[in-house]
């Protein structure tokens, strides 16, 4: 289970497709091998106020926050934060030319023994 959600400022939307952000990062967490497919979930909140730096009403951001279970290796959470973050940054580029615009993530772990979980998603998977 990992949970990647991003909090963004509303003008984002029109500067690119947040939808597709989101399938980009459940795709490449799938892909670093580090979540399981049946326990990632992505999610977008937009926030409607904002003020930023100077108050320039053009200025955007995109805060992507990753929570997962603990248990996994420095190593492991290293390597899929940067593979996320360089996604995410990539499929970003074009706007960060055109825009003013702030590009963050974090990745923490949940403390398992504090954080119940109840997930029949595997029995609901399709084969292959």
């Keep these: 289970m990992p949970h990647i959600m991003i909090d963004y400022s ?7 497709d947040i939808a597709a952000l989101c399938e980009l990062l459940r795709k490449t967490g799938i892909e670093t091998g580090v979540f399981p497919m049946a326990g990632i ?5 937009k926030a409607d106020h904002v003020a930023i730096a100077d108050g320039d009403a053009r200025h955007g951001y995109i805060d992507i926050s990753i929570r997962l ?23 970003l580029q074009p706007i960060m030319t055109t825009h003013p615009f702030a590009l963050s993530m974090e990745m923490r772990d949940i403390d398992p023994e504090l954080s119940p979980k109840l997930n029949t998603i595997r029995d609901f ?3 292959g």
């Design 10 to 16: 509303a003008n984002m939307e029109q500067a690119t």
């Design 41 to 45: 979930r992505v999610r977008a909140f």
């Design 69 to 91: 279970r603990g248990g996994r290796t420095f190593e492991a959470k290293k390597m899929a934060t940067e593979a996320l973050f360089a996604a995410a940054k990539e499929f």
């Design 125 to 127: 998977l399709k084969e």
